[in-house]
C-alpha cells in the first residue's frame, strides 16, 4: 500500500473529512471496530485542540500508509509549537493522554519539525484468532514430525535437533526470561501505585491473598483425595517435612541479597516482593515520587512493548518442541505413564470447570463466553510449560476481553503466579521423587 497524503484548511468541516478519512484507512488495514474508534476521537481532540489554542485556518496534511510493514497515519499542522498532549494542559493532556491514548497500547507520539506540529498513530492491525493459530500450528507440526520419523533417518533427527531445535528452544526462554523479569517488576510495581492509595491496596491484596490461598489449598486437598485412588501413591517417609521445610525456606528467601540477584536468577518471588514494596513505598510518598511513577510507566510500557514481539515468537517455538517431543521419543515416555497424564489433566480439567462454574454463577456470565476468552491463555501455558510465555496473553484478556481494571490485574495476575505456581513448585517435586 502506497502513502497517500491529503491536504485540508483547519475547521470543523475539515475535522469530519479528516475523521471519515482516517476511519476508511482503519477499515482498509483491518482494525477493530474500538480501536478505530478510539483512532477518530484521538485525531478529533488533537484537531481542536489546535483549533482551539489559534490554528484555524492553517493547512493540515494528513499522511497514512505503512512503514516497515507497520500501518500509521500522521496528522501535520503548521504553526507554532502546541503539543495536545502536554503535560500542563488538563483538558488534553493528562485526563486524554490517562484514559484514551494509553488504551491503544502506544500513544500517539508527538513532534515540532520544520514549523509544523506533528501527531503519528501506529495503527494496530486486528490479531489473527489466537486459538486458529494454535491448532494450525500443533496440526503442522504433528504432521511434519510424523513424516520425519518415516522419511528423516535418526542421525540425521538427532543432528538437527542438537544443532537447529534445541538451541533455538533455548535461546527463545532466554530471551522470554530476559523480558519476562522486568516485565513482572514494573507491571507489578505500577499496579500497586494504580490502584490509589494504601487503604484500597491493602483491602484488594487481603482479599486476593484469601482468594488465592483458599483455591489453592482447596486444589490440594482435592488432588491428595483424587490420585490415590487413580495412580501410584505419592507418600514417602518425611514427604510432609520436606513439603514443610521447603516451602519455609522459599518463605525466608523473600527477601534478595541484592537488587540484581532475583533478575539474575529469574526468582518470580523476589522481584514481586521487591515491586510490591516499592510500589506500597509510591503509594505512600505520593507527589514526591511522581517523576519516578511517570519514569516506571514509560519503561512498562516499553518492555510491554518488547514482550508483544517475543510473544509473537511463541507459536514458532510450540511448533519446534511438538516435533521435538517427537523426534527425541518423547512419546514413547508417553506410552507408558499414559495414565499419570490422563490422571493430571482429568484433575486440572475439573479444578477449571468448578471454577469456572462459581465465576459464572457470581458474575451471571455465560460460561462459553469465559472459556472462549481464556482458551488461548490456557494453550500457551500448556503448550509452552511456562507462566511467564502466557503472562502478556493472559493480562490483555484480563484487560481487554474480561473489563478487569489495568492496576488490578497487573498486581492480581503476578501475585496469583507465586501464590500458585511457586508455593506448589516444591510440593511437585517431593511427589515426582515418589512416584519415581
Known amino acids: 500500500m502506497k502513502a497517500s497524503t491529503q491536504l485540508f484548511q483547519l475547521d470543523e468541516i475539515a475535522i469530519d473529512e479528516i475523521i471519515d478519512a482516517l476511519a476508511e484507512f482503519c477499515q482498509q488495514v483491518g482494525t477493530e471496530r474500538k480501536e478505530m474508534f478510539r483512532y477518530r476521537l484521538s485525531a478529533e481532540e488533537c484537531l481542536l485542540y489546535w483549533i482551539d489554542h489559534g490554528l484555524r485556518g492553517s493547512r493540515v496534511r494528513l499522511q497514512m500508509g505503512r512503514y516497515m510493514h507497520m500501518p500509521y497515519a500522521t496528522l501535520e499542522v503548521e504553526g507554532p509549537s502546541l503539543n495536545p498532549y502536554a503535560d500542563g494542559d488538563e483538558d488534553y493532556g493528562g485526563v486524554f493522554a ?173 522481584i514481586i516482593f521487591m515491586a510490591v514494596i516499592i510500589g506500597i513505598a509510591l503509594l505512600y510518598l505520593g507527589r514526591q515520587t511522581t517523576a519516578i511513577a511517570k519514569a516506571i510507566d514509560q519503561v512498562n510500557i516499553l518492555v510491554q512493548f518488547l514482550m508483544q514481539f517475543v510473544s509473537k515468537m511463541v507459536p514458532s517455538v510450540i511448533f519446534l518442541v511438538v516435533i521435538s517431543v517427537i523426534w527425541s521419543g518423547s512419546l514413547e515416555v508417553f506410552s507408558t505413564s499414559w495414565k499419570l497424564f490422563i490422571s493430571l489433566l482429568s484433575a486440572m480439567l475439573l479444578i477449571t470447570l468448578v471454577m469456572v462454574a462459581v465465576t459464572c454463577a457470581r458474575l451471571k456470565v455465560r460460561p462459553l463466553v469465559l472459556i472462549r476468552k481464556n482458551v488461548p491463555t490456557f494453550l500457551l501455558s500448556l503448550a509452552t510449560a511456562s507462566s511467564a510465555a502466557a503472562f502478556n496473553t493472559s493480562t490483555n484478556s484480563c484487560e481487554k476481553k474480561l473489563g478487569i481494571d489495568g492496576s488490578v490485574v497487573k498486581f492480581g495476575i503476578p501475585f496469583g503466579m507465586v501464590i500458585q505456581f511457586e508455593v506448589m513448585e516444591p510440593l511437585d517435586a517431593q511427589e515426582e521423587q515418589a512416584i519415581r
Not at 488504551?103 to 492491525?125: H, W
Not at 517488576?185 to 490502584?195: E, K, N, R, T
Not at 491493602?202 to 482435592?222: D, E, P, Y
Open 98 to 270: 490517562e484514559n484514551v491514548l494509553t488504551s491503544l497500547g502506544l500513544s500517539p507520539e508527538y513532534s515540532y519539525v520544520k514549523d509544523c506540529n506533528r501527531i503519528r498513530f501506529r495503527i494496530k492491525k486486528k490479531p489473527p484468532s489466537q486459538i486458529a493459530v494454535l491448532c494450525i500450528v500443533l496440526g503442522v507440526a504433528a504432521l511434519i514430525g510424523a513424516l520425519g520419523m518415516i522419511v528423516i533417518p535418526e542421525a540425521i533427527r538427532k543432528t538437527i535437533l542438537d544443532v537447529v531445535i534445541n538451541p533455538i528452544y533455548n535461546t527463545f526462554f532466554r530471551l522470554l526470561g530476559c523480558v519476562a523479569g522486568p516485565m513482572v517488576f514494573l507491571s507489578v510495581a505500577w499496579g500497586v501505585y494504580g490502584i490509589g492509595d494504601a487503604a484500597t491496596f491493602s483491602k484488594i491484596g487481603r482479599k486476593l491473598l484469601l482468594k488465592f490461598v483458599f483455591v489453592t489449598f482447596a486444589a490440594s486437598v482435592f488432588c491428595a483425595v483424587y490420585f490415590p485412588f487413580l495412580g501410584p501413591t505419592t507418600s514417602s517417609a518425611g514427604s510432609g517435612e520436606g513439603q514443610f521445610a521447603a516451602i519455609a525456606e522459599m518463605l525466608l528467601g523473600i527477601i534478595p541479597a541484592n537488587i540484581v540477584e532475583p533478575f539474575l536468577n529469574g526468582n518470580t518471588l523476589q
